[in-house]
């Protein structure tokens, strides 16, 4: 038999058995979000811009919910036609809920709820013996309760559809102490049990909740807050110090290896992962060097 004939006929076979499996398999360069409709807060800039343009990319309408009304419709713009701007404070929970309703209005669904929105809060002073509760308080208020009203109004949005998919923005900041201030590391390392609280609940209907916890990014949140500490240094220098803290060599973390996190979790590739933390680091939270001096160093 030919050989070519033999490739095809052992592709139509592998392609029946994918379909009798019920899978959604695409052996081509298939649009994995084709039809569905995702919220993203703080999609304007950083990690959840990158994310919206991944999403559009593959099939998805994308409504960005951000507090930023100048930013906003400018990234919506950029991003084309199948994105949608929508002011959103996610300290205000009413403003959560209208963002939701946009999408339920204008799409009759909302498939996919990126809880992105987030603040590093102060970097200084550094020293818990000063740590300003009100700051604390703020921080927590962004990134926790933010992210549970997300998490709510989504959660109203899907049950009745029976599926859906809710992602998070997490951070290392909550895996490991000293990679970031104590309110930006208390607030993040609450995501994962919120998270794993979730699936618990929402498994029964269908929903699938993870959440993604990125190493060091040279995003303008992690760029302003290196900026504090370094004043005389240039984007290019502030950009070359987070890239340093990685630890895969030959690799640097970047938005887009996030947006591709948040694109797999979010497609039918995953539709059995959920309560997960995906932890998108090059190893830096995998272990740690101990700094034994060398043998002959020994006498």
């Known amino acids: 038999m030919p050989r070519s004939y033999l490739a095809r006929g052992l592709k139509f076979i592998a392609d029946d058995v994918l379909r009798k499996q019920g899978r959604n398999y695409s052996t081509g360069g298939c649009r994995r979000l084709e039809g569905k409709v995702a919220l993203i807060t703080g999609g304007a800039s950083g990690i959840g811009k990158t994310t919206a343009h991944e999403f559009i990319k593959h099939g998805a309408q994308v409504i960005i919910a951000d507090m930023d009304s100048q930013i906003g419709p400018q990234a919506a713009k950029e991003l084309g036609p199948a994105a949608h701007f929508v002011q959103c404070d996610v300290t205000a929970e009413a403003q959560v809920e209208k963002a939701v309703m946009i999408a339920m209005a204008d799409y009759g669904k909302l498939d996919i709820m990126y809880n992105n929105a987030g603040v590093a809060g102060p970097s200084f002073p550094p020293s818990i013996a000063d740590l300003d509760l009100n700051e604390f308080d703020k921080v927590m208020q962004v990134n926790v309760r933010g992210t549970v009203a997300g998490i709510k109004h989504a959660a109203r949005a899907m049950i009745p559809a029976g599926s859906g998919c809710i992602l998070c923005t997490c951070s290392i900041s909550g895996l490991i102490g000293g ?48 900026g504090l500490i370094y004043p005389r240094a240039t984007q290019e220098q502030l950009v070359e110090i987070v890239n340093g803290l990685g630890q895969l060599e030959g690799a640097k973390c970047e938005e887009a290896d996030v947006a591709e996190a948040a694109l797999y979790l979010a497609s039918d590739e995953a539709k059995y992962v959920t309560g997960h933390n995906l932890v998108v680091d090059g190893g830096f939270t995998c272990f740690k060097n101990l700094p034994f001096p060398s043998p002959h160093e020994i006498l």
């Not at 609450?190 to 269908?206: D, F, H, Q, Y």
């Open 179 to 226: 990679a970031g201030s104590h309110s930006y590391s208390a607030s993040k390392s609450t995501i994962p049990g919120v998270v794993k609280s979730v699936a618990s609940e929402l498994c029964r209907n269908g929903i699938r909740i993870n959440c993604i916890s990125p190493g060091p990014i040279p995003t303008p949140l992690s760029l302003a807050q290196i």
